[in-house]
């Protein structure tokens, strides 16, 4: 009764004392899904812009709660952080992701170039521990420290602070590629820019969103010489295909050639292109 009347209240914009209450539950059971197991990632795949050949996918985690059904990383993700749970969540994920990967490279050895992109939060990148961490989960699922590929965003990488640097050059040292996510939207300065160890701008989809072309192609410019790869986000029309092969964007992601999926439809989606 109560969680029923907890969950029907409109969320008040002040004061809201059930807000409060409807936090601390959802904090609670945060905790227990860990130890339940009822985190689970989808993975969209990353794919080539000229032959729609996939090079890879972006591990991202869902909640499936048992009572209130799927939840999104947009509904958790900042309270786990604010609680500090993502480190345990983020340690989740790497290795869930790098198991996915290992039985993808043993069940499909032609593509063992695949790979496999991980998401990290801020609060990740200043923990101490994280690049050593990242290094024993490479190691035991005998990962190719290669196959690896860090998202960080780029506001992130604009914290600047001295354990964060460690960590990316140690993290570069082992072999992983970095990626800045949301490229565009955290106003890096250019010499910042080429100071930072990065492998690939994801340029945020909010540019082909609202189809800033002229944007994407200062993009591809400036990481053309900064000498990283572009892969173009949130692509869900075929003219924006059209439009990023023109410019000349290497890769790209979006709903247009697959939304985020579980791993056997992720299997599927491989072992049908082993075919063509
Ligand atoms: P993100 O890293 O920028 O991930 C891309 C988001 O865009 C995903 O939302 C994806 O489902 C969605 N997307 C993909 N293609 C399209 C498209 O064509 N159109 C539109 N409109 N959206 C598209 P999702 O899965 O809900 O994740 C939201 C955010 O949550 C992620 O944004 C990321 O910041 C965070 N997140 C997800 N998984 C993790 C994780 O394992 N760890 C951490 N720290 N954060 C995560
Ligand atoms: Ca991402
Ligand atoms: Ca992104
Ligand atoms: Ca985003």
Redesign the pocket.
Same mark, same amino acid.
């Given at each position: 009764r109560l969680s029923q009347i907890l969950e029907n209240q409109p969320s008040l914009p002040s004061l809201a004392p059930l807000e409060v209450i409807e936090k601390f539950r959802l904090e609670k059971e945060l905790h227990q899904a860990l130890k339940q197991d009822e985190f689970v990632?989808?993975y969209?795949p990353i794919v080539c812009t000229q032959n729609a050949k996939i090079v890879g996918f +972006?591990?991202?985690?869902?909640w499936q709660h048992p009572r209130r059904g799927w939840v999104?990383?947009?509904e958790f993700?900042p309270l786990?952080?604010e609680t500090g749970l993502?480190q345990l969540?983020?340690d989740w $994920?790497l290795r869930q992701?790098c198991q996915q990967l290992e039985i993808w490279q043993e069940q499909f050895p032609l593509d063992s170039s695949l790979k496999m992109s $991980?998401?990290?939060?801020t609060l990740?990148l200043s923990d101490p521990q994280l690049s050593l961490r990242v290094q024993q989960i490479v190691q035991q699922t005998h990962l190719n420290p290669k196959s690896l590929q860090l +998202?960080i965003?780029e506001t992130a990488f604009l914290e600047n602070s001295p354990i964060a640097i460690a960590n990316l050059q140690n993290l570069k040292q082992q072999g992983v590629y970095l990626h800045i996510?949301?490229f565009g939207t955290g106003y890096s300065s250019l010499s910042r820019l080429q100071d930072w160890p990065i492998d690939v701008l994801?340029i945020?989809?909010s540019f $082909?969103?609202t189809g800033k072309w002229n944007m994407i192609q200062a993009i591809l410019m400036l990481a053309q010489s900064l000498n990283v790869e572009v892969i173009a986000?949130? $692509?869900?029309t075929e003219q924006d295909w059209v439009q990023l092969q023109q410019l000349g964007c290497p890769y790209l992601?979006?709903?247009?050639f697959s939304?985020?999926v579980d791993s056997q439809a992720a299997t599927l989606l491989i072992a049908a292109e082993q075919l063509t």
């Open positions: 990632l989808f969209q +972006e591990a991202l985690i869902r999104t990383p947009i993700i786990a952080e993502i969540i983020g $994920v992701a $991980v998401n990290l939060s990740q +998202e965003t996510d949301d994801k945020d989809n $082909v969103r986000e949130g $692509v869900e992601q979006g709903y247009l939304r985020p």
